[in-house]
C-alpha cells in the first residue's frame, strides 16, 4: 500500500474504542528520523472519533506516530479520501513529539491506529 500526506481513512468501531477517522499529515522516512534506511517510515497522524463518539465525548488526538509497517497491517482501514489537511494542532503536536523524539525520550507505535488510540487513552486515564 503506498500511503500519502492528506490520506484519510477510517478503521470500524471495537469494543475498546469508537470508529476512528484518521488523517496523515506527515511521513518521515526512517533516514529523515535518524534510523537505519530498512526501518519503517513514520506516519504522522491525527485521529478523530466517528461523529456519534465525538458526541460522548471521546477525545480527539492531534498527532501519533504510528509506523508504516503497522498502520492497516490488518486490512481494517479503508482509505476514504485524499487532499485533506491534518487536525489544527497537528503541526505543535508534531513539533513537540520530534523534539521529544531527536532528544531520545519518545518512539514510534508499532500498532495499528485504533490500538495507539486506546493505548493513548490509557496513558491519559493513568495520568488522572
Do not use: C
Not at 471495537?14 to 499529515?25: K, R, S, W, Y
Not at 482509505?79 to 494542532?89: A, N, Q, R
Amino acid at each position: 500500500m503506498s500511503y500519502a500526506v492528506g490520506q484519510v481513512w477510517t478503521f470500524p468501531e471495537t469494543p475498546e474504542h469508537p470508529q476512528l477517522i484518521v488523517t496523515i499529515g506527515r511521513i518521515d522516512t526512517a533516514a529523515d528520523l535518524g534510523a537505519d534506511a530498512s526501518n519503517s517510515a513514520v506516519l504522522s497522524v491525527s485521529m478523530t472519533p466517528g461523529e456519534d463518539a465525538r458526541k460522548l465525548d471521546w477525545p480527539e488526538v492531534d498527532h501519533t506516530p504510528i509506523a508504516e509497517t503497522a498502520f492497516n497491517a490488518d486490512g481494517t482501514g479503508e482509505l476514504v479520501m485524499d487532499e485533506v489537511s491534518p487536525s489544527e494542532g497537528f503541526a505543535e503536536g508534531y513539533q513537540t513529539w520530534r523534539d521529544a523524539f531527536d532528544a531520545g525520550n519518545a518512539g514510534v507505535f508499532t500498532v495499528a491506529p485504533p490500538e495507539a488510540y486506546a493505548a493513548i487513552l490509557q496513558i491519559y486515564a493513568d495520568r488522572d
